[in-house]
């Protein structure tokens, strides 16, 4: 097929890195290799039995036809009563829309909002798909960056001095995806005091990684009123519940914004699966801080967390953050940049995720798709087990490096 044929818009869009190099993972095993694929972010847990228990009575009880495109008035109640119960965020029903996951969430607020050339400021490190979705609804990325140093965050001061004529949006993600960096309550009451100067800025918090944090207990940009009517939450299931393949997602925002969003949505995917949203419902009824199936994969998140920091720190050239949440490590790696095996040079963070896949057998992410070509992304959404051997495999890999 031509190039011709091919809208310029696709021709923008990249393939996301994640799911490219988990299909490369999933093409060497096919040749028989015992390649560790550590490049996704999907936990390895099963989806508690209370939740597969809800969705197959919601098969036995015909929930096989079309929902309402915003989702069943039920669990619509069920995000609103969630928000209100473990974020102290007060949304409508009305206010929610539920989607095939937080994904289509975000690309529903994007193409319910954006017109071409508008702006969106984009915190690097920053979820692959953000910049995509962005130039998928024909708006234009902003990037603002973090670093190490400053533990991959960024202030309102930089934000502000970022926001144009043109800028329509701000998105970030806390947890963070990749760093699993964490905002505190004082970082995002002043990120939101400057946002309240900027009315016009529209502010996206992606808070799919909210209980799957290891310092307490998330906060929410959305708790000040001074931004709440310029506030979009997204969030969903996959990553606390285990329930990656079950496509559940929503967004909370305005009723106008709303209204918008299922309207887009409408025309696009309709309505979110059927049993997974009646599943839903049990699963968000249930008190995470009650939920032992939810404190258990938190315990264990943690645990391979620490364990792969113990294991990087011994590790010559590579240098950790330190993640509050999320499931996942984003070290530095600068200090392997010109240093060669006899056979590759590794020149840059590509490089490194190649040769570590080759020489390895283990899948990891380059940070440049992530925004930082000074890092690589290491997920521990896989078991201890598994880690393990990485870790004995990457060291081993690292140390012939001159």
């Known amino acids: ?145 973090g670093t190490i140093e400053t533990e991959f965050k960024i202030s309102p001061e930089q934000i502000e001095a970022a926001i144009t004529p043109r800028t329509k949006a701000f998105i970030f993600s806390s947890p963070n995806n990749p760093s699993g960096m964490l905002y505190s309550y004082n970082e995002l009451q002043s990120l939101a005091k400057m946002f309240a100067r900027h009315p016009e800025v529209l502010v996206i918090s992606d808070e799919i990684y909210e209980l799957i944090n290891f310092v307490g207990k998330s906060t929410s940009i959305g708790i000040f009123d001074e931004i709440k009517e310029q506030t979009v939450i997204i969030n969903g299931l996959s990553k606390a519940f285990a329930m990656t393949g079950w496509r559940l997602g929503y967004s909370a925002t305005s ?6 969003i299922e309207k887009v949505q409408g025309q696009i995917t309709s309505a979110a699966n059927a049993v997974s949203q009646i599943a839903a419902v049990t699963a968000l009824q249930v008190d995470p801080t009650e939920c032992k199936e939810l404190t258990m994969m938190k315990s264990a998140f943690k645990e391979r967390r620490d364990y792969v920091l113990k294991r990087f720190g011994d590790i010559p050239g590579i240098r950790p953050n330190n993640p509050e949440g999320a499931f996942y490590v984003f070290p530095n790696i600068e200090q392997l940049f010109g240093k060669s095996d006899g056979q590759s040079i590794i020149k840059d963070d590509n490089d490194l995720s ?49």
Do not use: H
Not at 132 to 144: D, N, T
């Open 1 to 145: 097929m031509k190039n011709t044929v091919l809208s310029a818009r696709i021709l923008k869009m990249s393939e996301s890195a994640t799911l490219a190099m988990t299909k490369k993972s999933r093409e060497l095993k096919a040749q028989g290799l015992d390649v560790i694929n550590l490049s996704i972010g999907e936990p390895d847990f099963n989806v508690p039995d209370f939740i597969k228990d809800a969705a197959k009575k919601a098969i036995d009880d015909n929930f096989s036809f079309y929902p309402p495109v915003a989702g069943y008035p039920q669990l619509r109640k069920a995000v609103s009563d969630k928000l209100k119960r473990d974020n102290q965020l007060d949304y409508a029903p009305e206010q929610i829309v539920v989607s095939t996951g937080a994904k289509q969430a975000i690309a529903n607020v994007f193409l319910a909002t954006l017109n071409p050339g508008d702006e969106v400021i984009v915190p690097a490190p920053y979820w692959v798909s953000y910049t995509e979705l962005i130039k998928l609804a024909e708006g234009v990325p902003v990037y603002v960056s």
């Open 255 to 260: 009723i106008e914004l709303a209204k918008a």
């Open 354 to 402: 190649l040769y570590l896949l080759n020489k390895a057998l283990v899948a990891l992410v380059p940070g440049s798709a992530f925004g930082d070509p000074n890092c690589i992304r290491f997920s521990y959404a896989t078991s201890m087990e598994n880690i393990q051997k990485a870790m004995d495999r990457i060291e081993k890999a690292i140390l012939e490096l001159k």
